[in-house]
């Protein structure tokens, strides 16, 4: 369970408590309630339960699975009547109203929460239109109610919300069949009041709405498959990976010109550099007060317009002034809170937005300013609030069209017409309540785009080249845009560096434009890739190492390489940040480097279950082998069920990508059929015979890498390369160390559906060493004073056996085998038994030892476990140690060597015990050795 957010079987009714990330607050104080929750999730990429970002709440309805909607009298009926907007689901019709037919007919209440909790989301401005509800095998009345999300904060709320508003909805005839009364579940009124709970919901937001422009560039991305990631709470925005990637804030792009933002920012510079290209600009000035402003307006002759010289959405604009008294008016409200103010002539015509894309010109509005209609009987400020109600208009930039804010502009505009916002205009009348036309102060537009002249077309186009912005938008003032402004008038007023998209996406009038498609065509030309390529390595044991060797030797090809690993952030080999970086918060973290072109993840099992991949998808997804390591957890028991959840890995694999596949083990064979792009094998063709499976697909001509005697080969479309032999892989000390070569092969194969020549890969594996540089806990040998010290990583019994045969290879050399042994204690007892088992086969003397946290374990309780199964294996108690701390435990093995020994030592803080084995000096042995 992912406690940031929910409490671990908690009953919906009860007060549901801020726990961290999330800060979930009750709705109402309520009494116990028949739906229980007894897992949740926020998945932010595939997962074992979703291919997609989703919320996962396990339900248990308990009575209530015997009770669906069409046994729930007026159930239906109710719901709908709280969310009309359910009408609006296609569930699994995919057409209106699919829900609604689902709801009459019958379905249980888990299906219902999912689609409440969508809509709930919905209603706060989140398009969240996926999810999905299904049965827990082998648990009746138990489900999964997976629903999409935008904003984490919301999404987690809605559930909570819809699970009490669905308890609220309960019939009374119900509670008395089902015991519900007597349990004193009450029916509380305020889980069934949707404003408070839309109110609610915004306060969860972590992150606000996109906004209608920064949300139109988001969707054009991903239609072309580009991967998104906000990157704060408001709308900077990462398109793609790595190198590749690049960054917008609503219409700014990372290739918009600061000095092109600058220039477009100061309107007087912009005029004047307009003007030197020869391009229609109205004459005019800057008056740094108002006699100044006096002058400059005789000077250029009544009307004028009076702007900030660095306003923005029409802000202290006055247009059509026509006096000196109206001239004062105007200055003051253009220098409130600025320096300066321009003043110029007031051209004809109306306001036209055109917007200029990379050199194109892909929309032209009109735009209307803001007016009411009168109808005798309301007055102004009624009128404005009608039309406020009109749900299209929204705060700020969150709706297609702003609401009109009744401000000092608007009470200037109708004085100048004789009246005030409590007149009454007559029936018909239309009353204009701002000079300009922005839609972020309340106007409205018209699209003209097939209509623009060519001569108004190239001197917009003219326009944004002068300013050197990729996308602006061009405040075009002429009576007809179809006709040349040297026929009619007009000109440029202004050139925006930020333009809004709401005016074309959505107009009032004419026809809806595409205006986002081609900013993100700009972004990535003529089809660029988005997207760095990305490995992802998952399984048991190996995934570490393995992923070091696909570093190295994409190192060798030439690439920037990020990866991540149980040791932490590495970029091109260096580690960046120690820590288990094994997630898919440290998988983000790789693909938002700009300096990475390729992304080698290690990706675990804990992290996949959490929260689902890093990813949305990957060119190379590896799954090494599956063990029975972590079975009992998080609702994983069986190895088929193991390999179910790391088998994510391979379903993300795009269509024209790669699943390697260890063909030596039955649960990777499973994963071929459903496997999302090219299976390339790897064996180690025990006993020189190749597996079925990879026979078949070589005689096919498909990819594998095989150990054929001493070599390791590469086979591809009928050829077969003899790329190292094994004793040549220094990490495989001399050819000994099997499971460093299943390793090797296993790189050799993800390298090679990469496309790295085999030279490279050669290099790339006679490079590698487990030397704790290039592979810190992984089989590193340190030599010292007689002693021999292996330090390794080995956690788990199959990481134990593997380590055995190095041990067993090694055992003739050395007169005594001393080991320190651990194991996580969230491992089942028979596993954490079965480590001291093996333990008792491999060393003469062990030290068992425990991790601080214990994982849920009583201090004391591994080392007891692990002792009795020494013990039970024929240990000789007397040749067994138990220490709880880490430290101390590989302290005591040190002083306890003795010349001719091979002490091994299976730490938890690799970095630390390895310092311990660098620093060991005879001397210091007799003041550490236990009495």
């Not at 422009?213 to 991967?227: G, N, Q, S, Y």
């Not at 007060?289 to 660095?310: M, S, T, Y």
């Not at 735009?367 to 208009?393: E, K, Y």
Request: one cysteine or more.
């Amino acid at each position: 369970m992912n406690t940031g957010a929910w409490i671990p079987k908690a009953l919906i009714g009860c007060p549901m408590i801020a726990t961290g990330n999330t800060g979930v607050e009750p709705l109402v104080e309520a009494g116990p309630s028949p739906l229980a929750i007894l897992e949740h999730n926020i998945y932010r990429g595939p997962s074992l339960h979703a291919d997609r970002p989703m919320i996962r709440i396990k339900l248990d309805l308990g009575a209530l699975q015997e009770w669906p909607t069409d046994r729930l009298p007026g159930f239906a009926d109710r719901v709908l009547g709280l969310l009309p907007g359910l009408a609006r689901h296609g569930c699994c019709y995919g057409r209106p109203l699919g829900f609604v037919e689902r709801l009459r007919a019958g379905t249980w209440l888990g299906h219902v929460i999912e689609h409440v909790a969508l809509e709930l989301q919905v209603m706060v401005g989140y398009r969240t239109g996926r999810g999905k509800t299904r049965s827990v095998a082998g648990y009746p009345g138990h489900y999964n109610v997976l629903y999409a999300y935008e904003d984490e904060g919301c999404g987690v709320a809605a559930g909570s919300y819809a699970i009490q508003m669905v308890s609220a909805l309960l019939p009374d005839a119900l509670r008395q069949v089902t015991g519900l009364d007597r349990l004193g579940v009450p029916v509380e009124e305020a889980a069934l009041d949707v404003e408070q709970i839309r109110a609610k919901l915004r306060r969860h937001c972590r992150k606000a709405p996109l906004g209608p422009t920064t949300r139109a560039l988001v969707d054009a991305a991903r239609r072309r498959r580009i991967p998104v990631q906000r990157l704060d709470n408001q709308s900077l925005i990462q398109f793609g990976y790595g190198r590749r990637q690049k960054r917008i804030r609503a219409s700014i792009t990372g290739e918009t010109s600061l000095l092109g933002a600058e220039i477009a920012g100061n309107k007087q510079l912009t005029r004047e550099l307009l003007a030197l290209a020869g391009l229609p600009v109205p004459r005019g000035g800057v008056a740094a007060n108002l006699a100044e402003a006096r002058l400059l307006a005789q000077r250029l002759g009544w009307p004028v317009v009076v702007k900030p010289q660095d306003g923005n959405h029409g802000r202290g604009v006055t247009t059509s002034v026509a006096g000196v008294e109206m001239l004062e008016e105007a200055f003051a409200l253009a220098e409130k809170g600025r320096r300066r103010v321009i003043v110029e002539q007031h051209l004809p015509g109306s306001d036209h937005r055109i917007l200029v894309v990379a050199g194109k010109i892909v929309a032209v509005a009109q735009r209307q300013p803001p007016f009411v209609t009168g109808d005798g009987r309301h007055s102004i400020r009624d009128l404005v609030a009608m039309v406020n109600a009109d749900p299209a208009r929204g705060q700020a930039h969150e709706n297609m069209l702003t609401r009109i804010t009744c401000d000092d502009t608007v009470a200037m505009v109708l004085a100048r017409a004789g009246m005030h916002l409590d007149s009454v205009p007559s029936a018909g009348q239309s009353v204009l309540l701002r000079d300009t036309a922005n839609l972020s102060s309340g106007g409205t537009a018209t699209d003209r785009t097939g209509e623009i002249h060519p001569f108004n077309a190239s001197i917009a186009l003219q326009a944004a080249a002068m300013t050197g912005l990729d996308v602006c938008g061009i405040d075009f003032l002429c009576p007809d845009i179809a006709r040349p402004i040297h026929e009619t008038g007009g000109g440029i007023v202004e050139v925006n560096a930020a333009p809004g998209l709401r005016m074309h996406l959505a107009p009032t009038q004419g026809e809806s434009r595409d205006v986002a498609g081609p900013i993100i065509d700009a972004l990535f030309p003529g089809g660029a890739m988005a997207r760095i390529p990305i490995v992802a390595i998952t399984g048991t044991n190996g995934k570490s190492t393995t992923v070091r060797m696909v570093g190295r030797i994409l190192r060798r090809a030439g690439h920037n390489v990020g990866m991540t690993t149980t040791s932490g952030l590495y970029h091109n080999e260096h580690l960046m940040k120690p820590y288990d970086a094994t997630g898919p918060k440290s998988a983000r973290a790789v693909l938002a480097n700009p300096l990475v072109d390729v992304a080698v993840l290690e990706t675990a099992r804990g992290g996949i279950l959490r929260e689902g991949l890093g990813f949305d998808r990957c060119d190379v997804g590896a799954v090494l082998n599956v063990a029975e390591d972590h079975l009992g957890l998080k609702g994983i028991d069986t190895l088929e069920q193991m390999a179910d959840l790391k088998a994510v890995v391979p379903r993300a694999v795009h269509r024209h990508g790669y699943v390697v596949l260890n063909a030596d083990d039955p649960m990777c064979r499973r994963m071929a059929a459903r496997a999302g792009g090219q299976v390339v094998w790897f064996s180690m063709c025990e006993g020189g015979i190749m597996p079925g499976p990879v026979k078949d697909h070589v005689a096919d001509g498909g990819m594998a890498a095989l150990r054929d005697g001493e070599d390791l080969v590469l086979c591809r479309d009928g050829q077969r390369t003899v790329l190292i032999r094994a004793a040549d892989i220094p990490a495989t000390h001399g050819g000994t160390v099997h499971f460093n070569i299943a390793n090797a092969l296993a790189a050799a194969a993800i390298c090679s559906a990469r496309g790295v020549p085999p030279a490279l890969i050669r290099d790339g594996l006679a490079s590698f060493a487990s030397s704790f540089e290039d592979n810190p806990g992984r089989l590193n040998i340190h030599d010292a004073h007689g002693i021999r010290f292996l330090v390794d990583y080995a956690h788990n019994p199959a990481g134990l056996r593997a380590l055995g045969d190095v041990i067993a290879h090694m055992r003739g050399d050395h007169a005594r085998v001393l080991g320190m042994v651990s194991i996580p204690g969230d491992r089942r007892d028979s596993d954490i038994a079965e480590m001291g088992r093996l333990a008792a086969g491999l060393f003469d003397e062990v030290v068992f030892r425990e991790t601080s946290d214990g994982r849920g374990r009583a201090r004391g309780e591994i080392n007891a476990i692990m002792t009795a199964g020494a013990l039970e294996a024929g240990m000789d108690p007397c040749r067994v140690r138990r220490v709880l701390d880490e430290d101390i435990a590989a302290q005591r093995l040190i002083a306890m060597a003795r010349p001719g020994d091979l002490v091994v030592l299976l730490p938890t803080s690799i970095k630390a015990v390895w310092e311990q084995v660098l620093a060991y000096r005879p001397d210091m042995a007799a003041a550490m050795a236990p009495s």
